[in-house]
Antibody, heavy 118, light 107 residues
């Protein structure tokens, strides 16, 4: 069965770029969207954006100027970069397989906690 | 952005109770509505997609329905493992948005 795992630095300094990787195992990244979602401490869920295996992307306008999502099909991985981070970007970041028709996120990683602090 | 408003924000219920959670969209979203369950320290889990389709492997006590811009998640007989926070999500238009969550607690 498909498994997803996020990885990356747990601590990022303000104004720097947050970089995370999502590794997909047990299946291909083809034929699905792949989403990044975050959850700030004690808060709800925020959709960051998604990418199709072809490379087409859709970003949340509230983050669009700072976000880049890329796909690396040969490695079965995708990546998230968020620039100019502040404390408000401290969150658990999740990667999830996402259905194309209804956007249903059916396979999630365990999430990785990123803290923005000097 | 489409606003998703869940009610109640929290509820207390007993095992075997019937529980209903409502999600109201700020505009029409057709059937582009998904429901997730999240337990503390865990990733969300998909329960219902397309408003009323049960995700594979999810117990049949969970069901979803829609009426216009109002969507309902029903747990027909609450089980101990169902105490969690539930979120709705619209994927009709970008940005996709989630409701604020409904915490189901033990009475």
């Amino acid at each position: 069965q498909v498994q997803v795992q996020e990885s990356g630095p747990g601590l990022v300094k303000p104004s720097e770029t947050l970089s995370l990787t999502c590794s997909v195992s047990g299946g291909s990244i083809s034929s699905y969207y792949w989403s990044w979602i975050r959850q700030s401490p004690g808060k709800g869920l925020e959709w960051i954006g998604h990418i199709y295996y072809s490379g087409s992307t859709n970003y949340n306008p509230s983050l669009k100027s700072r976000v880049t999502i890329s796909v690396h099909t040969s490695k079965n991985q995708l990546s998230l970069k968020l620039s100019s981070v502040t404390a408000a970007d401290t969150a658990v970041y999740y990667c999830a397989r996402t259905g194309i028709q209804f956007g249903n996120m059916d396979v999630w990683g365990k999430g990785t906690t990123v803290t923005v602090s000097s | 952005d489409i606003q998703m408003t869940q009610s109640p924000s929290s509820l207390s219920a007993s095992v075997e109770d019937r529980v209903t959670i409502t999600c109201r969209a700020s505009q029409s979203i057709s059937s582009y509505l998904n429901w997730y369950q999240q337990k503390p320290g865990k990733a969300p889990k998909l329960l219902i997609y397309a408003a009323s389709s049960l995700q594979s492997g999810v117990p049949s006590r969970f069901s979803g329905s829609e009426s216009g811009t109002d969507f309902t998640l029903t747990i027909s007989s609450l089980q101990p493992e169902d105490f969690a926070t539930y979120y709705c999500q619209q994927t009709y238009s970008s940005p996709w948005t989630f409701g604020q969550g409904t915490k189901v607690e033990i009475k």
